[in-house]
């Protein structure tokens, strides 16, 4: 599901870049936007979660703590899917673009 939410949030930013945009704004654009589905999808898989997290009954022992964890699991990546995954899209890419474009004038001697 992580994973899920992180290409859904990308191949966004991939499109507004296609379609014009600079990184850093298709960034800003898509993380705001693909925040509603990212949010929805992980909130719908811990509300589904959460009575086997609160169970109390036979075989509760074993469903709590698997429950827990995955309840977890979704927030953080979420939370990283939102905020981490842009930032570090955002430097890598940039670094990409940097070695791309070599600079005009490095290393040569200019001639009158």
Known sequence: MAVLNGL???SYVSQLRSEGLGSEEALVRGALTRLRPVLMTA???SLGFLPMALATGTGAEVQKPLATVVIGGLISSTLLTLVVLPALYSL???QAQSAAS????AGSVATH
């Open 43 to 45: 909130l719908v898989a």
């Open 102 to 105: 070599p600079t005009i004038g």
């Open 8 to 10: 859904v949030l990308l």
């Open 92 to 94: 890598f890419h940039g």
